[in-house]
């Protein structure tokens, strides 16, 4: 069916009215993608601005009247294009659907539309003393329906799962316009298949994500961050396990090379180092202790310490530092969240992937390996949450090389790479989806069977495939 645009932009103006509809070329390029360049053209044929459920429902309706496909869109924060409008979709920004509803303290629920950010979700969440644990560095402008659609996964999986385990309810629009309320703040609701899983994940091809009711728990009593430096991969994988062992609330193990300390201090323009000489790889770890006074913070640092001190004795550890304040613990995080915006200047290729954390070390000798062998003029830099085995694989682009000439020999990479995450029996996408950029890849991690049910759940929920279309797999 083609589409009749200006009969679609008239509808939907007329039933919306003045300040809901844009479509200057400017309003369109902004809307139409998300942070993933992946070469596609941005061709939105309008964007919606919503305020109500009501008015979501009535867009979507008219837009299935017309023929006319929709590509959801929350913060854009996204890293795979599913939030990415090629070929005349209407862009249905969910932007103004923006309130925290209520937080129930007794119940640790929390009900929002799903236009807010993560940080204002854990802002309300704080000032009812409990906590949405879901953490990642882009939560200022991510917002919560994104994060279901994606399922994201942040900085403390290790310690509190990822967005799927938080969800208690939610509100979807069908593609038929058709409202679904499914779980609210319900903890026992055993009546058959749970719905609410489907659309966490499915990056707006099964719905649209309007509102959401949300699990929230307590706060830690107090936290202990430290920064350690290690001589290889597998002594990381190493300590890993001796703090695993020893009697700690691990919350958070990430990981970074030097090369990513390296960017973040050059981005800071800051000549601090965290320790007095490099080393090959780092690990960012927090740990909680059971109160917050500082006798108890003292001895979860001593605690650590120990563990530490065991993991040098083995070998395993060159060095560490323990923050002796929140100031000094928020400044060792910020090592590890400054990384991807010190990348950003090198426009670089990423890929997210995971693995059994036992696979972690084997998967990034070979990975760079490969690299050096396939691309030797482009660094290959990696950070990532260990703890949950996924890693963050970053190709940085030559200022001698033209954009699209990199693009071109990172993706004629990627089919290696991916044959590769298999090979460890890793996933190739852990947390950001996988949209457009890894549509055409995503057999290295589905079966075939697998996806005739996909496409099965696709036909069912959205007969005519109006929903973020081309996104996850082709439906042809």
């Excluded at 869109?73 to 103004?96: I, K, M, Y």
């Excluded at 310690?159 to 629009?173: I, Q």
């Excluded at 800071?268 to 320790?275: I, L, N, Q």
């Excluded at 001190?309 to 530092?321: F, G, K, N, S, T």
Aim: proline fraction near 4%.
């Amino acid at each position: 069916m083609t589409v009749d645009v200006g009969r679609l932009r008239s509808r939907l103006h007329e039933a919306l009215g003045d300040g809901r509809l844009r479509d200057e070329p400017d309003d369109l390029a902004y809307y139409g993608a998300d942070r993933c360049r992946g070469g596609w053209p941005v061709r939105p044929s309008a964007v919606v601005l919503p305020r109500t459920i009501a008015e979501v429902q009535e867009t979507v309706r008219i837009c299935a009247e017309l023929g006319a496909p929709i590509v959801p869109s929350g913060g854009r924060t996204g890293l795979a294009g599913a939030a990415t409008a090629t070929d005349g979709e209407v862009v249905l920004s969910l932007e103004r659907l923006s309130r925290v509803l209520e937080v129930d303290r007794d119940g640790r629920t929390l009900r929002t539309e799903s236009g807010a950010t993560l940080q204002a979700v854990q802002e309300a969440a704080s000032e009812a003393g409990l906590m949405y644990p879901v953490d990642y560095a882009s939560k200022g402008s991510a917002q919560i329906g994104g994060s279901l659609a994606t399922n994201a996964g942040g900085v403390k999986v290790i310690r509190y799962g990822l967005t799927r385990d938080w969800v208690s309810g939610m509100k979807v629009v069908l593609a038929s316009g058709e409202l679904l309320d499914l779980g609210g703040a319900l903890v026992k609701n055993n009546t058959g298949y749970d719905l609410r899983q489907l659309f966490i994940g499915s990056e707006g091809t099964l719905g649209v994500i309007v509102e959401v009711t949300l699990r929230l728990c307590a706060p830690p009593a107090g936290t202990v961050v430290a920064l350690a430096a290690v001589p290889s991969d597998r002594a990381l994988l190493e300590l890993f396990g001796i703090l695993r062992r020893a009697p700690l609330t691990l919350a958070a193990f990430e990981c970074f090379d030097h090369g990513c300390v390296a960017e973040v201090r050059h981005h800071r323009g800051s000549a601090d180092a965290p320790f007095a000489e490099e080393h090959p790889v780092y690990a960012l770890i927090e740990v909680e202790s059971s109160a917050g006074d500082e006798a108890t913070l003292e001895a979860t640092r001593d605690q650590l310490m120990e563990a530490l001190a065991d993991a040098q004795e083995a070998e395993v550890l060159a060095d560490a530092v323990l923050a002796q304040t929140p100031a000094q613990g928020r400044g060792l995080w910020a090592l590890r969240e400054d990384i991807s915006e010190s990348l950003h200047r090198y426009t670089p290729f990423k890929a997210d992937v995971s693995f059994p954390v036992a696979e972690v070390a084997a998967f990034l000798e070979a990975f760079r390996a490969r690299v050096a062998a396939r691309l030797p003029e482009i660094r290959a830099l990696v950070f990532g949450h260990v703890g949950d085995g996924n890693l963050h694989l970053n190709l940085l682009r030559p200022d001698a090389l033209e954009l699209e000439d990199f693009l071109a020999r990172c993706h004629s990479f990627e089919d290696e790479l991916f044959a590769l995450v298999r090979e460890h029996r890793g996933s190739i996408s852990a947390e950001h989806g996988i949209g457009l950029l890894k549509r055409d890849h995503l057999h290295y991690s589905r079966t075939p069977a697998e996806l005739e049910i996909m496409r099965g759940i696709k036909a069912v929920l959205d007969p005519a495939g109006l929903l973020n279309p081309g996104k996850i797999f082709r439906l042809g």
